[in-house]
T-cell receptor
Framework: SQQGEEDPQALSIQEGENATMNCSYK?????LQWYRQNSGRGLVHLIL?????REKHSGRLRVTLDTSKKSSSLLITASRAADTASYFC????????????FGKGTRLHILP | GAVVSQHPSWVICKSGTSVKIECRSL??????MFWYRQFPKQSLMLMAT?????????EQGVEKDKFLINHASLTLSTLTVTSAHPEDSSFYIC???????????FGPGTRLTVT
């Protein structure tokens, strides 16, 4: 069953602008992860944020987590053409099975 | 929806032995499959990209002679962990791309425990 759902499904912005993608989930989590996938390539891990963290930064990336709303956001500042990709959130279970569940992703297109 | 299966779902093997994990796309053709490894409570880490009929592309730091990948058909890719060691114990997940649908689908994963 679907756990993470990204919003929007697709996003086009001008180069230099900030891009914000949201992720909502349904059950309790241990952590939440964001990945990027370029066309024809595998998923690349971006950031993992744990359930007891509220915000995390990595370069131009900023991730927030609101466990009360069961939502997370990924902000990419000063977007570049190379940021064009699909972005996925995935949730890590509280259970011992360690399985993570992916959403369908947001397709981000940076316009020159 | 499209289904990707993995076999076995879990395996326990002794140190020094080799283990083969299969990834199958059940109702679509997948020219590209990806193999990931996940340690407990961690993110997926891409190991390699498997293309049907050609050699796999390995990510930096992944030993190609240790993790043999074969993508012999449009519906099957295999990952063989050779001379397994306890540190290879992990959760291995594959995903397959359905080019016609521009979607990718994940397998349920294989838990490998090396004793």
């Amino acid at each position: 069953s679907q756990q993470g759902e990204e919003d929007p499904q697709a996003l086009s912005i001008q180069e230099g602008e900030n891009a914000t993608m949201n992720c909502s989930y349904k059950t309790s989590i241990n952590n939440l992860q964001w990945y990027r996938q370029n066309s024809g390539r595998g998923l690349v891990h971006l950031i993992l944020i744990r359930s007891n963290e509220r915000e995390k930064h990595s370069g131009r990336l900023r991730v927030t987590l609101d466990t009360s709303k069961k939502s997370s956001s990924l902000l990419i500042t000063a977007s570049r053409a190379a940021d064009t990709a699909s972005y996925f959130c995935a949730t890590g279970s509280m259970n011992r099975d360690d399985k993570i569940i992916f959403g369908k992703g947001t397709r981000l297109h940076i316009l020159p | 929806g499209a289904v990707v299966s993995q076999h076995p779902s879990w395996v326990i093997c002794k140190s020094g032995t080799s283990v083969k994990i299969e990834c199958r796309s059940l109702d679509f053709q997948a020219t590209t499959m990806f193999w990931y490894r996940q340690f407990p409570k961690q993110s997926l880490m891409l190991m390699a990209t498997s293309n049907e009929g050609s050699k796999a592309t390995y990510e930096q730091g992944v030993e190609k002679d240790k993790f043999l990948i074969n993508h012999a058909s449009l519906t099957l890719s295999t990952l063989t962990v050779t001379s397994a060691h306890p540190e290879d114990s992990s959760f291995y997940i594959c995903s397959a791309e359905d080019r016609n649908a521009y979607e990718q689908y994940f397998g349920p994963g294989t838990r490998l425990t090396v004793t």
